[in-house]
């Protein structure tokens, strides 16, 4: 049976599940993911990989809404969590969602670590950084360079910063990570973003398709 989801049991996780910005902000991405290939759902030999965060089963949580859609199935979801804070995130949505896939570890060290299991169609590199960090952009093109073609990745990062007015230039963005992937003429980039606004922080979604 599943746990019943306390919200106090992850006081300092954010809640993104009863969040209806950020759920708006995933059909975009699945819109993206559509016009990007001209597939309506992920194919059954391909899966979807994603920070996951603590994921209840109830409406609004990534993989219910994913799979309510038929964009995926459970079996499609990876879900990676470093669960820095030892509450048991991991441990929790494997309960919930025991079809689905979890690893708890560094994002990209799990990735190579199960780099044979790694045959995404979607990667929502959904990263709590900014636009302008140079780290950021490593560790986007370091994911990006072990995707395979007809890969979609959704980078969802900040453009401002939330504790004061500063706005960063989305541009930054593009530009640099292409500096650090090893074949970037197989990268197609969407000549648009869209945004959104999470609390304070206005949130910059940016879609790469590998070619």
Not at 74 to 103: M, T, Y
Not at 151 to 179: Q, Y
């Amino acid at each position: 049976m599943t746990d019943p989801f306390d919200k106090h049991q992850f006081a300092d996780q954010p809640d993104y599940c009863s969040n209806p910005v950020k759920m708006q902000a995933r059909n975009q991405i699945v819109e993206a993911y559509r016009k990007s290939t001209g597939l309506n759902f992920v194919p059954k030999n391909k899966n979807y990989w994603t920070f996951c965060n603590k994921q209840p089963n109830i409406e609004g949580s990534e993989v219910v809404q994913l799979v309510k859609t038929g964009f995926i199935t459970k079996n499609q979801f990876f879900g990676v969590d470093n669960d820095l804070k030892g509450e048991g995130i991991i441990e929790f949505n494997r309960s919930c969602h025991p079809e689905a896939n979890w690893f708890q570890g560094d994002w990209l060290e799990v990735i190579e670590d199960n780099f044979e299991l790694f045959n995404p169609a979607l990667v929502f590199f959904d990263y709590t950084k900014t636009v302008v960090k140079t780290s950021c952009h490593i560790y986007l093109a370091r994911t990006m360079n072990m995707c395979p073609s007809k890969t979609v990745v959704a980078a969802n990062l900040m453009l401002s910063d939330g504790h004061s007015s500063k706005r960063f230039d989305p541009k930054i963005l593009v530009e640099s990570v292409i500096n650090y992937l090893r074949d970037p003429q197989e990268w197609i980039v969407s000549d648009h973003y869209f945004s959104y606004k999470s609390s304070r922080t206005e949130m910059g979604t940016f879609i790469f398709t590998r070619t």
